[in-house]
């Protein structure tokens, strides 16, 4: 494994009844932004199931920090997770609680951090993502974009080094997904997290990724810069950057 790599797929094969990805091959360098890419039904949400600890390989291997996911210890691999985050497609908040709350979460049940720096470290997050203002506000009163938001500031409450982004921009309109793309900036500049993006949106993907993995047809069918991607012979790579092009 190179000295480099964050996450690391070896010879990776996962399905349920039947296999939906297999051969599957790449890795993650510490500081990347890493774009994941597929039509619906390419095994995209199968993948970060199973990058995310929920679902164990047919065959292969899940490499998280140098250590084997899915063989080791169960407190060691939770040890290993709680230094990724995760930002749901659907945000995940809780409704009964207000923002401060649910960014507070995982600082409340993971730590033992005393109320005051809680208080302070979630204040932070929120001014980092665009929505210190609206810490007492609950779900039913943001917009789909401050919602996006406050699932990014809880998912990167504890500065992990890992952070997996599913479709953070979808449904959103040109200027709110601008800023978001650039929250995602941010959280690598600011907190040196690695990110791996799901997302349908060329323009978020060209905002923010040095590199896109492609998934089609159950495997892995390109992986490189946008540069590289974008000159792709392949039917589905090329489909993907030249249909979106205008």
């Known amino acids: 494994m190179s000295g480099d790599a964050i996450l690391q797929c070896i010879d990776l094969e996962l399905g349920y009844d039947v296999p939906i990805l ?46 084997s996911l899915y063989d080791c210890p169960e407190d060691r691999r939770n040890a290993l997770l709680r230094r990724m985050g995760f930002a749901f497609q659907a945000d995940a908040l809780f409704s009964s609680l207000t923002v401060e709350d649910n960014v507070a979460l995982p600082l409340r049940e993971l730590t033992s951090l005393p109320p005051a720096v809680i208080g302070e470290m979630v204040r932070m997050r929120l001014e980092l993502v665009g929505i210190g203002e609206l810490s007492q506000r609950v779900r039913a009163q943001m917009s789909g974009g401050q919602r996006k938001r ?7 409450i504890l500065d992990p080094e890992l ?3 599913d479709e953070p921009t979808a449904g959103l309109d040109p200027v709110v997904a601008a800023e978001i793309d650039d929250t995602l900036v941010q959280f690598r500049k600011v907190l040196g997290s690695t ?12 905002a923010t990724a040095d590199r896109a993995i492609m998934l089609a047809k159950g ?16 039917e589905a790579v090329h489909q993907f950057f030249h249909a979106r092009a205008e």
Do not use: Q, W, Y
């Not at 495997?219 to 392949?234: N, P």
């Open 22 to 67: 297999h051969g599957v091959n790449f890795e993650i360098g510490r500081g990347e932004i890493v774009a994941l890419l597929g039509a619906s039904g390419s095994g995209k949400s199968t993948l970060l199931r199973s990058l995310c600890g929920l679902l164990r390989p047919l065959r292969g291997e899940v490499r998280m920090f140098g250590e």
């Open 219 to 234: 495997s892995v069918v390109a992986d490189g810069t946008l540069e590289e991607l974008t000159h792709s012979r392949h």
């Open 163 to 165: 952070i997996l982004c």
């Open 195 to 206: 990110l791996v993006v799901v997302s349908h949106e060329l323009a978020s993907i060209r």
């Open 150 to 156: 406050a699932s990014l500031a809880r998912a990167s």
